[in-house]
């Protein structure tokens, strides 16, 4: 008992520590918080909000770029506007974005003081005690303590796992450190004390190469970004040496890499089905956000395997042609952001001619950032009377090279065991 006591006293006395810094850094910083809002010049009314921390003595605010995507791709609809912590309003320019880690800068004309951040010149310890400030719900300055848990496993980009409350709302906040310096910026959260921060380098980086990037629009912004990423990303993935895994009766492949994460199911506790039938998805579990209709950056694959025995030919293909029928494109987008898919049908082996399969390749342009394409590839086996192998994919923001590298690594590795 006693030593429930001691450490009951422990846990009061830390929790009373972390309030009080708390409140200090609040008190402290609160000049330099505003929330970001983006008005629709029609109405006159918010179309999204978010949080944002001046970084510099003249003027410069950070934020995400969701918070402001809808003027970074519509200018002439919105307005960015600020309220900082005395209620007053204004408005904000956009500078600069950086769509792949959610980050934008915006310039608040005027606004020369020593009241701003301090961006941290080193990485939070795990378990590091942190602090995130931001309005959640449009409930006011906030700030919400928490841990720093190092980044986030099994992520292409990087992002810092943190345990603390990351709301609606508090999105482009600064985390701070005991002493107030910015470690992390405030960008999602995946609920019950989960939340994720765009690791503060990332916006060092972005105020580093600002200077580069005055002349250009911000859709080459955009374009250059998206271009890199996915050169990173399928120079990576291409560079491994792919290996098969058991799928059923079948081989599919393993990519290697920790991001690309996979699940799978099956009726094999349902007997009295007509057809076995197995899946297993997939997927990176993040993409680029560019608007509320366009994402990119992901991509997906999925395997089907059927297997029936006492189904006549024809009644097996025909259910097996509704699986092909059902396939779709693993992102979101509209017909402003991207042509209609153009598509190639063909019957294929492959080079161990060890599976037959009937195949068709999609692709897509992307109209305002040139050179990138949407992916999408479906093999479905035909050497087997009653059983088949299904192979989908979808690639998106992807280059034609990248594309092709991807397609034939895909192929080599769905075939029969």
Not at 109 to 115: C, E, I, K, L, M
Request: proline share 3%.
């Amino acid at each position: 008992m006693r030593a429930f006591v001691v450490l009951l006293c422990l846990s009061l006395s830390q929790m009373s520590y972390a309030a009080d810094k708390a409140q200090q850094i609040f008190q402290d910083l609160a000049p330099a918080l505003f929330q970001i809002r983006l008005i629709d010049k029609a109405t006159s009314e918010k179309s999204s909000i978010g949080s944002g921390f001046q970084f510099s003595e003249n003027g410069y605010i950070a934020t995400n770029y969701h918070v402001i995507s809808g003027y970074a791709q519509h200018p002439e609809k919105y307005v960015i506007e600020y309220e900082n912590h005395l209620g007053e309003k204004g408005e904000l320019s956009l500078q600069t974005v950086d769509v792949i880690n959610d980050l934008a800068i915006v310039l608040l004309q005027g606004q020369d003081t020593d009241n701003y951040f301090q961006i941290s010149q080193s990485v939070p310890e795990k378990g590091e005690d942190l602090y995130s400030l931001g309005n959640p719900h449009d409930l006011g300055m906030i700030v919400v303590p928490g841990t720093y848990n190092g980044l986030k496993k099994e992520s292409f980009s990087d992002r810092i796992h943190f345990t603390g409350s990351v709301n609606p709302g508090m999105s482009g906040g600064p985390v701070v450190n005991q002493y107030g310096q910015v470690v992390g910026v405030n960008v999602a959260s995946s609920g019950n004390q989960i939340g994720f921060l765009i690791p503060h380098d990332k916006l060092v980086t972005l105020i580093n190469r600002f200077e580069q990037q005055v002349e250009q629009s911000f859709t080459e912004q955009i374009n250059e970004q998206l271009h890199t990423y996915q050169e990173q990303l399928y120079s990576q993935i291409l560079a491994k040496d792919w290996q098969t895994k058991p799928f059923a009766s079948a081989l599919i492949p393993d990519t290697g890499v920790n991001y690309i994460r996979c699940w799978g199911d099956s009726n094999a506790d349902r007997p009295d089905e007509l057809m076995f039938k197995a899946v297993t998805t997939c997927q990176m579990e993040e993409y680029v956000y560019l608007s509320d209709s366009f994402s990119t950056g992901t991509i997906d694959m999925e395997f089907h395997y059927f297997d029936a025995d006492e189904l006549s030919s024809s009644r097996f293909y025909q259910i097996y042609q509704q699986y092909i029928e059902d396939a779709r494109a693993g992102n979101n987008a509209s017909k402003e952001d991207v042509t209609e898919f153009s598509c190639q049908h063909d019957i294929t082996n492959n080079n161990s001619n060890t599976i037959r399969n009937k195949t068709i390749y999609c692709i897509r342009g992307y109209r305002k950032y040139q050179g990138l394409y949407d992916i999408l590839y479906l093999s479905a086996s035909i050497d087997k009377q009653n059983k088949a192998i299904v192979g989908h994919y979808t690639l998106s923001g992807v280059n034609k090279q990248s594309a092709q590298g991807f397609n034939r690594k895909f192929m080599e590795a769905v075939t029969w065991n």
